[in-house]
């Protein structure tokens, strides 16, 4: 049974630049919900997918947009890198419903140079 | 108002120790409480789930007042391998969004 698998694991991006990181789900997992965690912080919630659609959004600008695919696969997009974006990114698979486990994936690490 | 706060320690104990972290929660229709355990530069792992009436799996035992909105988690006979962050995790008014506490370190020494 896999788990929750992102990609890639480490990347250095120049400030402006755009990124993208791919997460897969847990298997029969239908949501996906993307954090941001800084050093020293808890996980922020960035936004949450559900068929396809955003279906919450966290306090984050409109740089940060993701899309879900039809396997219930996601990616996050971050436009216009600024330093301070620079954290570990984390993919969290559920299965929609009240009060379901999440479970995360390793992250990924985005370092802004 | 932070939606959940958290001590951030570090927590430092002898092995063979009892700790207990607290958290507060600011939403009192949260529905669901969970304990995760981070370690240095890895993902958070689920450590439990809180449920009202308390619950204990091992030499952990979780705790929720509804009343106060605090949880709570207690380790008993610490081990070196009890060296972590935890995480305290409450959901929102949504089932599936979920607000994380900063953590709370906890290093265990021999």
């Known amino acids: 049974d896999a788990g929750v698998t992102q990609s890639p694991t480490h990347l250095i991006k120049t400030r402006g630049q755009q990124v993208t990181l791919r997460c897969s789900p847990k298997s029969g997992h239908d949501t996906v919900s993307w954090y941001q965690q800084a050093l020293g912080q808890g996980p922020q919630f960035i936004f949450q997918y559900y068929e396809e659609e955003e279906r919450q959004r966290g306090n984050f600008p409109d740089r940060f947009s993701g899309h879900q695919f039809p396997n219930y696969s996601s990616e996050l997009n971050v436009n216009a890198l600024l330093l301070g974006d620079s954290a570990l990114y984390l993919c969290?698979?559920?299965?929609?419903?009240?009060?379901?486990?999440?479970?995360f994936g390793e992250g990924s690490w985005l370092t802004v140079v | 108002r932070k939606e959940v706060e958290q001590d951030p320690g570090p927590f430092n104990v002898p092995e063979g120790a009892t700790v207990a972290f607290n958290c507060t929660y600011s939403n009192s229709a949260s529905q669901s409480f969970f304990w995760y355990r981070q370690d240095c530069r890895k993902e958070p792992k689920l450590l439990m789930s809180v449920y009202s009436s308390g619950n204990e799996d091992g030499r952990f035992t979780a705790q929720l007042n509804r009343a106060s909105q605090y949880i709570s988690l207690l380790i008993r006979d610490s081990k070196l391998s009890d060296s972590a962050t935890y995480l305290c995790v409450v959901n929102g008014d949504n089932f599936n969004k979920f607000y994380f506490g900063s953590g709370t370190k906890l290093n265990v020494k021999p």
């Open positions: 969290a698979s559920s299965l929609v419903g009240s009060g379901n486990t999440i479970y």
